[in-house]
Nanobody, 124 residues
Framework: QVQLVESGGGLVQAGGSLRLSCAAS????????MAWFRQAPGKEREFVAA????????YCIDSVKGRFAISRDNAENTVYLQMNVLKPEDTAVYYC?????????????????WGQGTQVTVSS
């Protein structure tokens, strides 16, 4: 079992920045592909970004490219999402997820463990 705990969400004005963190309980953290998803009210959960086990490769959706960056620290069992130039449409609950498989990383069903989520609200 892996427990994931997100932190760092909050209320920010458009153009501002936030850094989300996700701390994992597992001693085998480096065995997992890690990702961030988000879910806005009335919408389905959406993939945002993923990072490989070593941290050497990452991928994110077009709408956040150049603004968001995913990173990880395997020594600290933590994955991060740095969010810059935030827009009101980024408002959502952000979830951290962990997967043993390293394919179809944009698909929520591929992920074995999920955090409880952290709210990000961007005001205009």
């Amino acid at each position: 079992q892996v427990q994931l705990v997100e932190s760092g969400g909050g209320l920010v004005q458009a153009g501002g920045s936030l850094r989300l963190s996700c701390a994992a309980s597992s001693r085998t953290f480096s065995s997992y592909v890690m990702a961030w998803f988000r879910q806005a009210p009335g919408k389905e959960r959406e993939f945002v970004a993923a990072i490989s086990r070593s941290g050497g490769t990452s991928y994110c959706i077009d709408s956040v490219k150049g603004r968001f960056a995913i990173s990880r620290d395997n020594a600290e069992n933590t994955v991060y999402l740095q969010m810059n130039v935030l827009k009101p449409e980024d408002t959502a609950v952000y979830y951290c997820a962990a997967a043993l498989r390293d394919y179809d990383v944009v698909v929520a069903a591929q992920y074995d463990y999920w955090g409880q989520g952290t709210q990000v609200t961007v005001s205009s």
